[in-house]
Nanobody, 124 residues
Framework: QVRLVESGGGSVQAGGSLRLSCLASGYTTYSRPCMAWFRHSPGKEREGVASISSTGATAYADSVKGRFTISKGNAKNTLYLQMNSLKPEDTAMYYC?????????????????WGQGTQVTVSS
């Protein structure tokens, strides 16, 4: 089983930026039909933030569109989420995930590989 490891979270002020990274540990390349970033905060449902298909097609939740960018690294074993113009509402635990089906909007259907998460806290 592949292990996904997130990094790059932290505490920033509103308007700041962070770049999250997700490494497929033990792989030089890692390809699934769908990879995505999810986030979850207390009292809210888990939300698909951004997805990217095996062909590179991307999709974003309306709440982050224009501010976040999902991408794959050149090494093909990494996934990134560039987050700009951060808002307090973006505060959440962020998870990278992979799934066996083509992305459904900003999410991976039945994602079956998950990272442990990295905390993002945005203060006003």
């Amino acid at each position: 089983q592949v292990r996904l490891v997130e990094s790059g979270g932290g505490s920033v002020q509103a308007g700041g930026s962070l770049r999250l990274s997700c490494l497929a540990s033990g792989y030089t390349t890692y390809s699934r039909p769908c990879m995505a970033w999810f986030r979850h905060s207390p009292g809210k449902e888990r939300e698909g933030v951004a997805s990217i298909s095996s062909t590179g097609a991307t999709a974003y939740a309306d709440s982050v569109k224009g501010r976040f960018t999902i991408s794959k690294g050149n090494a093909k074993n990494t996934l990134y989420l560039q987050m700009n113009s951060l808002k307090p509402e973006d505060t959440a635990m962020y998870y990278c995930a992979a799934g066996p089906y083509v992305p459904s909007g900003s999410t991976c259907r039945l994602a079956d590989v998950w990272g442990q998460g990295t905390q993002v806290t945005v203060s006003s």
